[in-house]
Every structure is written in C-alpha cells, then in structure tokens.
Nanobody
Framework: QVQLAESGGGSVQTGGSLRLSCAAS????????MGWFRQAPGKEREFVAA??????YYAGSVKGRFTISRDNAKNSLYLQMNSLKPEDTAVYYC?????????????????WGKGTLVTVSS
C-alpha cells in the first residue's frame, strides 16, 4: 500500500511561484511512475506533469512554467510552479502508478494523495 501526502499549496498572485511537495511511504518509490494532476472547481481532474526514471511529461498548458522532479532517496516528488495564472487555481493531487502504462490518465494511476489547494489571484 502506497500513501501519498501533498504539501506546499497556498495563495499567490498572478506571476508568482509555488513549490509543491509529495511525500510517499510504503512500497518502493523509485519503481513508480509519479504524476501531478489538478482539479478546478466544476471541472474534471486533469493531467499536469509526470516523471519516470529518466523522462518528464507536461500538459501543454503548463509546459515551460512548471517543472516536475523527484528525489528517490527522500521518497519525494516535487512540482515547481512559476509564472502562475488564475487558471492554474485548483486542488493539486500527487499520484503514483505501480505498473507500466504508456499513458497518464487518471485511470492509469492507482494511488492518490488527498490534494493541496493552489489559489492564484489576479
């Protein structure tokens, strides 16, 4: 069983930055594909970014502004968010997939954190 706990959310003005963290416990973190997803009010949960052993993937809406990284020694996942926009406002979720799949949809992820709220004001 894998437990995930996000932190680092908060309120920031347009153009600001935040760094989200996700602490993982249980299982072998370095073996997992890890991702960040977000869900804005009234919208479906959507993919933001993902990282495997040596590759990173980003949604078009955040590419160039967000950076995903991981520290396997600390069982931790990070999301550095720069140049934030009001449309980035959402609950951000850390997620893990413990098996191989070529896609990064919500159905591909089998463990989820409870989320952390990011609010960007104009």
């Amino acid at each position: 069983q894998v437990q995930l706990a996000e932190s680092g959310g908060g309120s920031v003005q347009t153009g600001g930055s935040l760094r989200l963290s996700c602490a993982a416990s249980g299982g072998t973190f370095s073996n997992y594909g890890m991702g960040w997803f977000r869900q804005a009010p009234g919208k479906e949960r959507e993919f933001v970014a993902a990282i495997t052993y040596g590759s990173t993937y980003y949604a078009g809406s955040v590419k160039g502004r967000f950076t995903i990284s991981r520290d396997n020694a600390k069982n931790s996942l990070y999301l550095q968010m720069n140049s934030l926009k009001p449309e980035d406002t959402a609950v951000y979720y850390c997620a893990a997939k413990t098996y191989y799949s070529a896609t990064w949809t919500t159905r591909d992820m089998n463990y989820w954190g409870k989320g952390t709220l990011v609010t960007v004001s104009s």
